[in-house]
């Protein structure tokens, strides 16, 4: 809601508010070890679902929008072939199969990003640490379409 009144009242600027490459490196701890190594964890169940729960295709599937009716940067999170593609800012960083702590998204949904807004955008403070190792134990585990 900050966010939306911030907006409204910077129009010409709003984009920078919420661009998504943006801002200084935010310090987080971040480990490429898989914290379940006896749990493969599966793009299909686990994965797509976490996407789906924070709203993610709400703004991110193409001609999405923020909540606040600005085009996204291209990142379309309806399938894993799209996902890996990554989008127009977040690029082929997106994903770094066997680096978490490298991949874009992972980053962008902790409660620091080292760059621009924290996503899901208006969204809960952060994804729950619970979600965010099942994705980097995914990412870590190879970030495979199982």
């Not at 999170?77 to 702590?101: F, H, K, Q, W």
Request: charged share 20%.
């Amino acid at each position: 809601m900050r966010l939306a009144i911030a907006c409204a009242l910077a129009s010409a600027s709003c984009a920078q508010l919420i661009a998504p490459n943006v801002g200084p490196v935010a310090g987080e701890e971040c480990s490429n070890i898989d914290s379940d190594p006896e749990h493969d964890v599966s793009f299909a169940i686990d994965i797509q679902h976490v996407i789906a729960e924070y709203h993610c295709p709400d703004c991110h599937t193409p001609g999405g929008k923020t909540p606040l009716g600005l085009e996204v940067g291209g990142l379309d999170l309806s399938s894993y072939e799209t996902l890996r593609a990554g989008g127009v800012n977040s690029g082929a960083n997106i994903i770094v199969p066997g680096m978490a702590c490298g991949s874009v998204f992972l980053q962008k949904l902790g409660a620091g990003p080292p760059f621009g807004s924290r996503m899901p955008l208006d969204g809960p403070p952060y994804v729950d640490e619970d979600d965010l190792a099942k994705i980097a134990d995914w990412i870590i585990e190879g970030a495979h379409d199982n």
